[in-house]
């Protein structure tokens, strides 16, 4: 039987009763946006960061844009990304007229770091999108303390991290989302806290840039039928808000269960020498939203490796095959020359399947095969 990367179907399963009664119960009552499902959800998501707001949205990609046009950014400011990252961070950017500038990353942890940023730096320079890459935070210590230093505004890509812990150098331990003057995040169905279409929300402990953030989300309104500001339609329906409702006291347990089946591939990979297992950030927990590998030998022996595996019905995944500023829509933002550790990782990584389903059986089945390659 073919294995798939995330098996949302047995995670449906085990909480197939909750989720049918609160969809009902949304059925019966055909309140189906806004309401008291999606005001539920907004609260609980609270308490759970710890954050004093979170606006629900229809996507992550849209909570991106809400948050860079709830703090006024203007055509041509310039905004640091990561060049490895999903395109979605940098999406938004260009479509505002924004410039992205696009950094290098860290090899071991994959994510953005204060001195990449402090190096792209500009007088033009207004805004950072520190990405938590496959499920642990970017040294966000230190990220805010060049944002300080420099008067710019950060906004997490929370995407893939929903969940982590990052702990500061005092002791204090915060929720990734919940430290940049913005956090956004996704509930795409295969992320680590997913529903059953799309979904997104950005969180801020701002008062005032969370009415902004509000606001815009709701066609630029300030109160029913006057508009201030352009702004856009972006929802959390309710049907999508209960599957979230229903899943959020479970996301720690789902975490956890990823984290042991990322402890199982470490004790099995490390033993391989052209293999090298994920690095940890060491103020961060990891909430392995991928677990991603680097393989030694170049492109051409990874798809080897991704072929050798498909032929057993294991399924490998390229998060992601090209840096940004190769894709053709950015392109015309890049100045020329290359990042190497970007062209590296894109040479190297494969991720391999992830979920909170995953038990010792399929595990040992995956290990196996992937040791099976190495012994050929
Ligand atoms: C999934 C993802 C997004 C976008 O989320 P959507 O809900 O699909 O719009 C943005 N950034 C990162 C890093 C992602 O993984």
């Given at each position: ?67 860079m046009?709830?703090?006024?950014l203007q055509p041509g400011d310039e905004v ?10 940098a999406?938004v950017i260009g479509l505002l007229g924004l410039k992205p ?25 207004k805004a ?249």
């Amino acid at each position: 039987m073919s294995l798939q990367m995330v098996d949302l179907k047995t995670q449906y399963q085990r909480i197939q009763s909750d989720i049918q009664r609160e969809m009902q119960e949304v059925l019966e009552t055909s309140m189906f946006i806004g309401g008291p499902k999606v005001n539920a959800f907004r609260e609980n998501l609270e308490a759970y960061l710890g954050v004093r707001h979170v606006i629900p949205c229809a996507n992550g990609t849209d909570a991106l844009q809400i948050a860079m046009m709830a703090l006024g950014l203007q055509p041509g400011d310039e905004v640091i990304v990561p060049a490895f990252t999903y395109v979605a961070t940098a999406e938004v950017i260009g479509l505002l007229g924004l410039k992205p500038v696009m950094t290098d990353v860290d090899p071991e942890t994959f994510n953005i770091t204060a001195a990449h940023i402090e190096a792209a730096i500009t007088p033009r320079t207004k805004a950072i999108v520190p990405v938590h890459l496959f499920g642990q935070s970017a040294d966000m210590e230190a990220i805010m303390q060049v944002a300080e230093r420099h008067n710019l505004y950060v906004i997490e890509d929370n995407a893939q991290a929903i969940g982590a812990d990052y702990t500061f150098a005092d002791g204090a331990v915060r929720k990734t989302g919940a430290i940049g003057h913005f956090g956004c995040t996704s509930f795409f169905p295969s992320k680590n806290l997913g529903c059953y279409g799309d979904g997104g929300a950005l969180m801020t402990n701002d008062d005032d840039l969370a009415a902004k953030a509000r606001m815009i989300a709701n066609h630029g309104q300030s109160r029913q039928y006057y508009h201030d500001k352009i702004g856009v339609n972006s929802r959390l329906d309710a049907l999508q808000a209960v599957v979230l409702n229903v899943k959020l006291p479970h996301l720690d347990t789902y975490n956890n269960s990823r984290r042991g089946a990322a402890l199982y591939y470490d004790s099995v990979f490390s033993n391989i020498a052209d293999l090298k297992i994920p690095g940890r950030q060491h103020n961060s927990t990891h909430v392995f939203h991928q677990y991603t590998l680097r393989l030694e030998g170049g492109p051409a022996r990874r798809d080897a490796l991704k072929a050798f595996l498909q032929e057993q019905g294991i399924p490998a995944m390229i998060y992601y095959p090209v840096p940004l500023y190769k894709q053709l829509a950015f392109e015309h933002w890049w100045p020329g020359g290359t990042l190497p550790v970007t062209e590296q990782l894109c040479d190297s990584v494969f991720s391999l399947p992830m979920h909170s389903e995953l038990n010792e059986a399929v595990l040992e089945r995956i290990t196996k095969a992937v040791k099976a390659f190495f012994e050929k």
